[in-house]
């Protein structure tokens, strides 16, 4: 790509420099050669396709970056079109999400003023004339065989299929018949339009397929206009043409149907619909994640099963999930831009998406501190009044960001596995006297070393506070605190000040890397920790999370305020993801 370009409309900034793939490489030879040079449209017009019939999800995130960065980095433009011909399944519930999804992704269908936010419904009309130009150019008919008839006549791979008795129907009779289908005279089904082209194709899509269909339901933009609809394979690509899109990219599995894609362009080309050049399609292969599903068919049955609660569920792999569960559209896109487009299908790694993730957010996140699992920790000898000032970098790597305050008291809450009645081989955090041996050493970070005496049980047994002295000289940032040498440094919040907050610790939805594969039963994949609630203690100033904010909690990983069930002073967080991948073993 020449630096020169400027930049198109799919505004967002990637935060990778765009590698190369097969589609750049198209998109190049084609501007070398000038194929799509029209008088006032770029030469660059890509589009991203939805049918509104459910959320996006990180598959849709890797077609969008893929079309809008197109668009991007060779001055095009690339459009919104929800392709809503099936008025069954679609809603406006999932326009608007998905606009929103797209938008908040970082894209944009605006290009100087202009939005290009299509609905194929936009269309029906034009569309409709030219089903009756195919049929009156003999390119079309009207079939009124039974649903099982034709089924049995389309033949299979390998039995050519058998021409409808009225294939020869003349086109006078169909376009009457046409006319009836559109005015409401007959049942779903009664009546079907085809194209005419070749019972005997190899390619099973070319065997005179269908183009309208007669569907007696509302539609949710156009209400109850119209009873016939135009096929997805019949709209998509002359919707393609009108819109005077390029490159139509689409997943592989279109291959089989580029043929007809090409062909019915050709004909309404033939009939002054639309003018050379005309746009052609290209496939590349699925995104494929592990641990996760990308069938909407099958997100829709754990949101309608109770599995999750609803699409933005932050265990789902729905834009809207990982939105919720802090996700960066920086690191989404990242993550697209790695992994890159290619001709064949694979299977990407859950763990190159939560690196993409961990490294977007590792120079952004101001760090805090939070015990996720509290246990007390009381300093005798600390003065029972004194509230003692600490400070912490907001970020390690940047102290021109600031510094935190909190205060150190005598009672602190501590994590529970940073003591041990027991230790273990290693572990240098707390544990008490042990014979002749004096209690271990640790650092509280930002504030003072401490020796732990020992503990105290409740009547079970249970450790219910563990008891240190501190050394007054000790204080981090001081010049006393050089003198000591200890190598377990823990975090800590002093019990008078700290936040109580609801923190949900979130992990992968599924604990079997292809959880659908050989059609298995997912639900049965389910991972049973993917969703633990505690109630944690966090320094006070994260009483101000506002709803989105990000943070690495020290030691623990990355957590976001809730954009739902945080209210002012009362964040609640989500777990993002860890500071270290624990499945790679
Ligand atoms: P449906 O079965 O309902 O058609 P779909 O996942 O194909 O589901 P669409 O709304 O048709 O949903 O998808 C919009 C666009 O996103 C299409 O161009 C489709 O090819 C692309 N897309 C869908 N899933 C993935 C995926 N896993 N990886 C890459 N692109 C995808
Ligand atoms: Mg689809």
Redesign the pocket.
């Known amino acids: 790509m020449s630096t020169d370009i400027k930049k198109g409309n799919g505004q967002a900034a990637a935060t990778a420099p765009a590698t190369s793939n097969f589609l750049r490489a198209i998109v190049e030879a084609d501007l070398q050669a000038g194929t799509y040079e029209r008088p006032g449209l770029p030469s660059v017009i890509t589009r991203?396709?939805?049918?509104p019939?459910?959320y996006l999800?990180?598959?849709?995130a890797?077609?969008i970056c893929l079309n809008f960065g197109l668009a991007r980095d060779y001055a095009g433009r690339c459009h919104l079109r929800f392709?809503d011909t099936n008025p069954a399944k679609e809603d406006q519930e999932y326009v608007d999400t998905i606009i929103d999804s797209v938008k908040w992704l970082g894209f944009s269908w605006e290009q100087d003023g202009t939005e290009h936010l299509h609905y194929a419904s936009d269309y029906f009309d034009q569309l409709y004339s030219m089903a009756e130009y195919l049929i009156n150019s003999g390119h079309a008919y009207v079939d009124s065989q039974s649903a099982e008839d034709m089924a049995a006549n389309r033949g299979d791979f390998s039995r050519p299929g058998v021409d409808s008795p009225f294939r020869t129907r003349s086109p006078a009779e169909s376009l009457d018949l046409l006319r009836r289908m559109k005015a409401g005279q007959f049942k779903d089904g009664e009546h079907i339009l085809r194209a005419k082209i070749d019972m005997a194709s190899p390619n099973m899509n070319l065997r005179d397929p269908a183009i309208y269909r007669i569907r007696h339901a509302h539609h949710h933009r156009t209400g109850d206009t119209w009873c016939i609809y135009p096929m997805y394979d019949f709209t998509h690509p002359l919707s393609d043409a009108l819109e005077h899109i390029t490159h139509s990219?689409?997943?592989l599995e279109?291959q089989d149907h580029r043929p007809f894609y090409d062909w019915i362009i050709a004909r309404c080309l033939e009939g002054g619909f639309f003018q050379q050049p005309v746009p052609r399609q290209y496939e590349?292969a699925?995104?494929?994640l592990t641990y996760a599903i990308?069938?909407?068919?099958k997100l829709l049955q754990l949101v309608e099963e109770g599995i999750v609660d609803g699409w933005d569920d932050p265990r789902m792999p729905t834009i809207v999930g990982m939105r919720r569960r802090g996700y960066t559209p920086e690191a989404i896109q990242l993550f697209c831009e790695r992994i890159g487009v290619t001709k064949s299908d694979g299977w990407i790694d859950m763990s190159t998406l939560e690196g993409c993730l961990r490294e977007d957010l590792d120079p952004k996140a101001p760090r805090a501190t939070a015990v996720l699992r509290p246990l007390k920790l009381i300093i005798d000898n600390f003065p029972e009044q004194l509230r003692d000032a600490c400070t912490a970098p907001i970020h390690p790597h940047h102290p021109e960001r600031g510094l935190r305050q909190f205060t150190i008291s005598r009672e602190l809450w501590i994590e529970q596995d940073d003591f041990m009645q027991e230790p273990g081989k290693g572990y240098f955090r707390l544990y008490p006297p042990i014979g002749d041996k004096p209690g271990n050493k640790v650092r509280l970070r930002y504030g003072y070393v401490v020796e732990c005496t020992g503990c105290d049980r409740d009547a079970d047994g249970n450790v219910i506070a563990v008891r240190c002295n501190y050394f007054p000289d000790s204080k981090s940032g001081t010049e006393g605190s050089a003198n000591y040498k200890v190598k377990g440094n823990i975090h800590w919040v002093s019990s008078h000040d700290a936040l109580e907050a609801e923190v949900r610790l979130y992990d992968r939805l599924f604990s079997d890397p292809q959880p659908d594969a050989g059609g298995r039963d997912f639900k049965l994949a389910l991972n049973p920790s993917a969703k633990e609630v505690v109630t944690a203690y966090l320094e006070p100033g994260l009483a101000a999370a506002m709803p989105d904010d990000r943070y690495q909690f020290e030691r623990h990983g990355y957590f976001v305020a809730d954009r739902v069930d945080s209210v002012a002073g009362k964040p609640v967080f989500n777990r993002v993801v860890t500071l270290k991948d624990s499945w790679g073993k």
């Open positions: 991203f396709p939805p049918e019939n459910g999800h990180i598959g849709h890797k077609s392709d990219v689409c997943t279109f590349f699925r995104l494929n990308t069938s909407k068919r």
